[in-house]
């Protein structure tokens, strides 16, 4: 199990099962969540390793609405 996988199961006791099953949509869409929060808690820096990590997984799909989310909250974490 990957790193980010561990600290998101960390934070989302739902992501268990997810992650074992390597559902990377639904592991992005957790870790957009959770770096929303963090972003509001002042935890920029870690909001921004955390999604940066995950979003990199993808290499296609890039107009899905998860991805322009991922993508667009990046942005703001620069």
């Known amino acids: ?6 600290r998101l199961r960390s934070c989302f006791k739902p992501l268990r ?9 639904l592991e992005l869409r957790a870790a957009t969540s959770l770096a929303r929060l963090w972003q509001q ?9 955390l999604l940066a990590e995950i979003y990199g ?8 609405k998860d991805l322009k989310d991922a993508r667009a909250l990046l942005e703001a974490l620069a």
């Open 1 to 6: 199990m990957s790193a980010p996988c561990r």
């Open 17 to 25: 099962r997810p992650c074992r099953q390597s559902a990377k949509s």
């Open 57 to 64: 997984w993808f290499t296609e799909g890039f107009n899905i």
């Open 41 to 49: 808690q002042g935890k920029t820096a870690e909001a921004r390793q």
